[in-house]
C-alpha cells in the first residue's frame, strides 16, 4: 500500500479532526498529493492537493474549514478539518497524482 490513511472518527457537530497520509512506499514530499472523499452511493471526490512546492488547493465546498499540510520528516501528508458538518462525513482517501489504487481510507463521521 503507498499510502496509509488513519485519524478518523466520530465528531460533534462544530468539532475538529487532523487526518494522516503515511508515506509507506513513496516520499509525501516528492509527489503531487492529494485527499479525496466517498459517502455510500455517491462518486468520490475530490477534496484537496498538496503540490510538491507547497502550493495548495481545496474544492469549493470545503475551501474554509479545511487545510492540508505535510511534516517532511515523518513522511505524512495531513488533512486539518475543522468546523465540521454532518455532510462532512465519508471516508477519507489520499493518494499521490495519477495513481489508480486507493489505499483503505478512514471514516470521518460527525453527527451529534
Known amino acids: 500500500v503507498p499510502f496509509v490513511e488513519s485519524g478518523g472518527g466520530l465528531v460533534q457537530p462544530g468539532g475538529s479532526l487532523r487526518l494522516s497520509c503515511a508515506g509507506a512506499a513513496y516520499s509525501v514530499s516528492d509527489e503531487i498529493m492529494t485527499w479525496h472523499r466517498q459517502t455510500p452511493g455517491k462518486a468520490r471526490e475530490w477534496v484537496a492537493t498538496l503540490f510538491t512546492g507547497g502550493a495548495t488547493f481545496y474544492t469549493e465546498s470545503v475551501k474554509g474549514g479545511i487545510s492540508v499540510s505535510r511534516d517532511e520528516a515523518k513522511n505524512t501528508m495531513y488533512l486539518e478539518m475543522n468546523s465540521l458538518k454532518p455532510e462532512h462525513t465519508a471516508v477519507y482517501s489520499c493518494?499521490?497524482?495519477?495513481?489508480?489504487?486507493w489505499g483503505q481510507g478512514t471514516q470521518v463521521a460527525v453527527s451529534a
Open positions: 493518494r499521490k497524482h495519477g495513481a489508480t489504487t
